[in-house]
Each structure stands twice: as C-alpha cells, then as structure tokens.
C-alpha cells in the first residue's frame, strides 16, 4: 500500500499541490501536515509511521517534507527500514525498494543537506561582512532625514498638497509609514504655521 505524506512550512500555504501528486502516485491514504520541518513533533508524520505496515510504501513528494536536516531523514528512514517499509520521493526519483534506489537516496538526502549549510553559511557571511562595513541586515530605511526634510516641506505646501492623502500619495509612502514619523500634531504644527 501507499501512504502518502504532504507538509508544509505555515499556516498560510496550501498543501493541495502535493496531495493532487501524492494521489497521482497512487497513495491510497494522506497525511497531511502544517508545520516546520525543523520541529521534531510532527505527530500527523508520526500517524503515517504508525499507520504503515511491512510491505508499505510511504510516499513524498520530496525528501525536504519528510525533514529538514539529514539527521532527521536518516533516522525516519531507518526507522522505516526496521519495520520493513519502502521510501519514494516523487520529485528525486528515489524508491528505496531498489538497491540503486537507496544508493540514490543516501547521496540526494546528503546533497540536500550540503544545499542547506551553504546557504546558511553564505547568509552568515553576507551578514558578518555587512556588520563589520557599519551595515545590518534588511531592507534599506526609505525614510532618510532627507526625505523626512521633503516630506515636512510638502506638508507645509497646502496650496499644492492641499489634504495629507495627497502628501502621502506623492511621496509614495504607504499611510502607516508617514504617521510612524509624522504625528498627527506634528502635522497640525507643520499645516499651520504659515498661516500665522
């Protein structure tokens, strides 16, 4: 028998794409699961092992669902192994039923894994190097002293800016961004203090 198992990383994403290819695949029975791959309670991966009997085949569309990092794959699949349960990962090709097959798996699950720790290590060193050139992280502030000097000009224009929406919209700042650095009695100050 198949059993196949979908998961994804939030709440807000759809695990509907892998169970229509689990199903494809045959799968007979689904898990499915919304949570990080990092956590090691993953109970809905848990009641598929569980579920499983010698013979059975668990099902996933990819290596990374079933974990993610090699030492979780490689205990879930020994842990299939003992029981006598088969692994395929739709989208590697990888069916441990076959010799070729689990040779397959053993270098795809450490190549994923090389994958990861590059990532994380270029990311690392992205960051050290920016801290250490007075930079971090993120996306750059779009509201410099500068912009905030034009801003507070066009808030004072009321001839050519004659409601804030059009100082907002001309500056092309989102509502939230322009009264995070203009109060409203700011505003008021600014709106004002030509007419005396």
Not at 95 to 103: I, S
Not at 131 to 158: C, F, L, S, W
Not at 162 to 173: E, M, N, Q, T, Y
Request: with cysteine; aromatic share 8%; hydrophobic share 35%.
């Amino acid at each position: 028998m198949f059993i196949g198992y979908a998961r994804v990383s939030t709440l807000d994403q759809n695990p509907q794409f892998q169970v229509e290819e689990l199903r494809k695949a045959g799968c007979e029975k689904i898990f499915t699961e919304k949570c990080s791959g990092a956590k090691a309670d993953r109970p809905k991966l848990q009641e598929a092992l569980e579920y499983a009997r010698s013979g059975d085949t668990l099902v996933v569309w990819k290596l990374s669902r079933l974990a993610r990092s090699l030492t979780q794959v490689m205990a879930t699949v020994r842990q299939l192994e003992e029981r006598g349960i088969n692994l395929r990962a739709l989208t590697q090709r990888i069916d441990t039923t076959t010799p070729e097959g689990r040779l397959f798996f053993h270098i795809n699950a450490a190549f994923d894994q090389f994958q990861r720790e590059i990532i994380i290590e270029n990311t690392r060193a992205g960051l050290k190097s920016a801290r250490e050139h007075g930079r971090i992280g993120g996306r750059p502030k779009i509201m410099t002293k500068e912009r905030q000097k034009q801003i507070r000009a066009m808030i004072k224009d009321n001839a050519a800016y004659p409601f804030i929406s059009d100082v907002i919209r001309a500056a092309g700042i989102g509502r939230k961004t322009f009264y995070r650095y203009f109060s409203a009695d700011e505003v008021h100050r600014l709106r004002t203090s030509l007419q005396h």
